[in-house]
C-alpha cells in the first residue's frame, strides 16, 4: 500500500472534530430553542383555553340566576311567607322573593362573615328566585288550613329544603319538615328557621293537584381567594337551615357588575347602567351587566402586564398569567315587558 493511501486513512484531524462539535453544538441548541418554544406556545394556549372555558363557566351561572330573579311560577300576586320571621337564622333578606336581586360595589357587604377569603375590591350579588322540583306532584286538594300537602309518591325532597307553591290565585313560601321519603311536604313550625304555626297562619288559598311545587334559590355569588393564591367564582346558598358554601369557578380574578335601572317606569333599563352603591331602589333593576376576568392556573405563560377595562374597573392581571375578560348583559324576564 502507498504511503499516500495511508495518509489518507489517518483519520480526523483535531481541528475537523472541533469544527464538528462546533456545528453539532449549533444544531442542538436550535433543537432545544425549538423544543422549548413549542412547549411555552402549548402552555400558553392551554391557559389561554382554560382562561376562556373558565370565564365562559362563570357568565352561564351569573346569567342563568339573573334571568331568572324573582321568578315565582304563575304566581302573579306578592309571596304568603309563612317562614317563622322569629326563628333562628331567619333573614328577611335572604328568605324572601322581595328584593330578587341585590348586589354590593367592591365590597364584600352583609354578609362578609360567610365568605371564604373574599377578594378586595370585587364585587358581590345576591339572586333569589323559583326553581322547578321535576317529578314532584300534589295529590288531590289542599285547604287552606292544611298542615301538610299530600303528593302522588315520594317527594325527594330533603327536610328544611324551603320550598314555594304556586298558582294563578297565588303563591306561599314554607320550609319542608319531612324527609325526602315521605310522600308529603309538611310545614310544621319545628326547625331553623322553621314555620309560622299552621294553626295560625294558613295559605293564601286552597290549592287543588295542578299547583306547582319549586325549590326556593337564595344564592350569594362572590370571588374568594383559595389558599393556593387562585382566585375563584364562589357561591353560598341559603335554600336550606344550613348555608352552603361552595368554588364554582376556579381562575375568575375578577367579577363587576353594573345594574340597569328603570327610572320612567317603561320597563327598560334606558340605559342608564350604574353600580351597585348607586342603586336606590332595587325593586327598579331590570337588567345587569357582568363582566368577568378569568385567568390561566398556570404562571409564566405570558408576558407584561395586561389589565382590563371592566365596567369602569381597572384589573390588572398578575405578570406571567394569561387572561381574558368577558362581558354580557342580562334582562330580568319576570321584570321585562
Known sequence: MSPHIRRRQQGLTLIE???????????L???????????????????????????RFALEYLANDIRHAGFKGSCTSKVNNLLNPAGTGYDATLFSLDGAIMGWNNSAGTYSASMVNYAANTDVILLKHAATVSGVTASGNTPANANNINLTSASGIPADTILLVADAQGCDIFQNRNAATANSLSRGNSGDPGNLNPGSYNFSHAYDSSMEIMRFSSVLYYIGTRTDGMRSLRSIRYDTATAVEEELVEGILSMQILYGVDTDGDLAADGNYRAAGDVTNWENVVAARVCVVSISAESNVATGNAS????????????????????TTVGLRNRLP
Not at 382590563?308 to 362581558?327: H, I, L, R, S, Y
Open 17 to 27: 472534530i472541533m469544527i464538528g462539535l462546533t456545528l453539532s453544538l449549533f444544531m
Open 308 to 327: 382590563f377595562d371592566c365596567n369602569g374597573e381597572t384589573v390588572t392581571v398578575p405578570a406571567g398569567q394569561v387572561a381574558q375578560m368577558f362581558t
Open 29 to 55: 441548541a436550535g433543537i432545544v430553542q425549538l423544543f422549548v418554544s413549542s412547549k411555552q406556545t402549548y402552555r400558553s394556549n392551554e391557559g389561554l383555553a382554560r382562561a376562556q372555558e373558565s370565564g
